[in-house]
């Protein structure tokens, strides 16, 4: 009776393990269909998809859904290191999620993407260095729950318009400021957001939200066929990308370059099978181990 008690609570374990391992899974590239058009959205290296299916990451999805200007949610990721502290109740203020959206209320991106982009995104670019000396100026006084109060536009490219944004979020009850870095392209005839948020500090965090934002809309135009330009020889700063003061020096979070390997595409079903076995061995040497004990 000992001996059965003891497998049980083995295979107990066991299931436990194999389900935090599919959990904490990191995420894969995901296919989404906008008006018949299928877009590949990209899935950096160490995120995670948040689940609607886990309690906590329900509060950051419910405080997200209630944000303004909310286009049509296509894909929401977070730090996996950051995601799994923030399921064990270890982190209090929310945590970087970067959401893709389909803005369809900015209109038909026609055959000129940079003409898209003018259009979609209007205002004078501010550049790295002053975007992050206004955000640095203090948490926006217009920015509410209902209002994203507008920084600046940081960069407009060929591929890609960059604006940094606040807003109030209210997550578990809770009002959070939060900064936001919404990099909007086009993938062909269909615009895409990929955009970043994170609590707000002091603005420096601009400064990595802007690498970020430029690494997720490089991976979704490969994706979609573009020649990447992740591997481009990097050109001289110029002096409007300069931030001021110390800002290099703070908070920083530089993008790891790795493509997914089998086992980070199908690692968790390996340690599920392989766990799997293991209560399936348990029950067989139990089964034995009864058939072969001699009779009182």
């Not at 329900?58 to 944000?67: A, V, W």
């Not at 929401?76 to 502290?85: A, F």
């Not at 979609?224 to 300069?242: I, K, L, M, N, Y």
Request: charged fraction near 25%; glycine fraction near 8%.
């Amino acid at each position: 009776m000992r001996v059965t008690f003891v497998a049980v609570l083995a295979v107990m374990a066991l299931a436990s393990i194999a389900a935090r391992a599919q959990d904490d899974r990191p995420a894969t590239p995901l296919k989404v269909d906008i008006e018949g058009r299928t877009v590949v959205l990209p899935a950096p290296f160490g995120y995670c998809d948040l689940d609607p299916d886990q309690a906590r990451d329900r509060l950051l999805i419910d405080g997200l859904d209630r944000l303004p200007q909310q286009d049509r949610v296509l894909r929401r990721m977070s730090p996996c290191d950051e995601l799994k502290s923030w399921r064990n109740d270890a982190a209090t203020d929310p945590i970087e999620v970067v959401q893709f959206l389909w803005p369809e209320r900015m209109g038909a991106v026609g055959t000129d993407r940079r003409a898209f982009l003018r259009r979609a995104v209007p205002g004078d670019v501010l550049g790295k260095a002053r975007a992050i000396e206004r955000a640095g100026q203090g948490f926006p006084a217009d920015a509410t729950e209902r209002i994203f109060a507008t920084i600046g536009v940081v960069e407009r490219t060929d591929r890609a318009a960059m604006l940094a944004q606040a807003v109030v979020a209210r997550i578990d009850g809770k009002p959070h400021q939060l900064i936001t870095l919404s990099a909007t392209t086009a993938v062909g005839p269909t615009a895409v957001t990929a955009q970043v948020l994170s609590p707000y500090d002091d603005g420096s965090e601009l400064d990595w939200m802007l690498r970020d934002g430029i690494e997720h809309v490089d991976r979704l135009l490969s994706a979609s066929g573009e020649r990447s330009r992740r591997f481009r020889e990097s050109r001289p700063q110029r002096p409007e990308d300069v931030p001021p003061g110390d800002v290099a020096t703070r908070k920083t979070r530089v993008p790891r370059e790795r493509s997914p390997s089998f086992f980070d595409t199908h690692g968790g079903y390996i340690a599920l099978g392989m766990l799997g076995g293991g209560a399936l061995l348990i029950a067989i040497g139990l089964l034995v181990a009864r058939r072969l004990r001699p009779a009182p």
